[in-house]
């Protein structure tokens, strides 16, 4: 019996046109091959619209930028920054990556877009420092914010931080994009995007 497609068929039948038109932008797979983010964005939604969207994170092992706050890379004189992601372990019962093996492992990959640049790693805080290190050399010897103006999250606090920054930070170094480096406890030691006074990384110190 035939009735109305429902929204499910109308669903099937454009994925079955989507995966009929030839695909040959980044692969629709884990990679470590340089691509532009703008290709890694593409690939990755041609592959949501081929497949959907449920369970496109485990089961395509692609880069994506989707979790929160990962792709906050900030801009910085002239380069092109983006952080991505990757699911590149596989539980998939249907999966034979034989051919090609995953690393076994969430991986993290910064990319410059301008000087066609990246550096994958299974370390988020690694992949953050070097896209430091290939767009603002000369962090690492940035001091590090007194640890007394780091116990809150208060707007006084955040004032005072950002005081302390303005009179101890080079010049240089207080411009949009620039990062911070704060003290932390043994918890916390993550490399956090847009939490400095100029916008850019608050990074643990050492
Ligand atoms: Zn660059
Ligand atoms: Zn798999």
Known sequence: ????????DLLDFERETVAATPWRGAPLAYSTKYHQPADLAA??????????SFGCIPRSHMWHTSI?????????????????????WCREADHD????????????????GRCRWHHIAPS???VVEALHDHALPGWRSLPSVPAKLCRSDSTQATAALTRWASENYPEQWQRP?????????????????G???FGGF????D
């Open 1 to 8: 019996m035939t009735g109305q497609p429902t929204l499910f």
């Open 43 to 52: 690939a990755f939604d041609r592959y949501k619209a081929e497949r959907g």
């Open 68 to 88: 929160g706050g990962v792709e906050d890379a900030p801009a910085i004189d002239g380069h092109d920054l983006h952080l991505f992601t990757a699911d590149a």
């Open 97 to 112: 990556h034989s051919a090609a093996p995953l690393p076994g492992q969430g991986m993290y990959q910064a990319n410059c």
């Open 124 to 126: 988020w805080q690694e």
């Open 177 to 193: 994009g620039a990062p911070i480096i704060t003290p932390r406890s043994e918890h916390g030691r993550r490399h956090v995007p």
């Open 195 to 197: 939490r400095s006074p």
């Open 202 to 205: 608050d990074l643990a110190a």
